[in-house]
């Protein structure tokens, strides 16, 4: 089986890795706020999903369920994704 569900596949020139993990390691949730900074800043590029069912103790740790605008009904807080972005030049530093 095929965790990682890619919707496109990037050519990448020298990418960087950026990994936040949520949870008891996230202290007041700054590894997962930047990188979500980072996403919303520079308008990344969802390009892979990983299915979370294998990863994910469900059992101690319940989903939050959402429903979308169709009414269907899907785990808000378990998404695990591949994004991209093109930062540009780095800002000046004083």
Not at 8 to 14: A, E, G, I, N, S
Not at 81 to 87: C, G, K, Q, T
């Amino acid at each position: 089986m095929d965790h990682l569900h890619w919707r496109t596949r990037p050519v990448l020139q020298r990418p960087v890795l950026l990994v936040a993990f949520e949870g008891w390691n996230d202290a007041g949730d700054a590894a997962s706020g930047a990188v979500r900074y980072l996403i919303d800043r520079y308008d990344a590029e969802l390009v892979a999903e990983i299915d979370p069912e294998e990863f994910f103790d469900f059992t101690s740790t319940r989903p939050q369920a959402e429903l979308g605008d169709d009414g269907a009904a899907f785990a808000a807080d378990r998404l695990v994704a591949l994004a991209i972005f093109e930062p540009g030049e780095p800002p000046a530093y004083r």
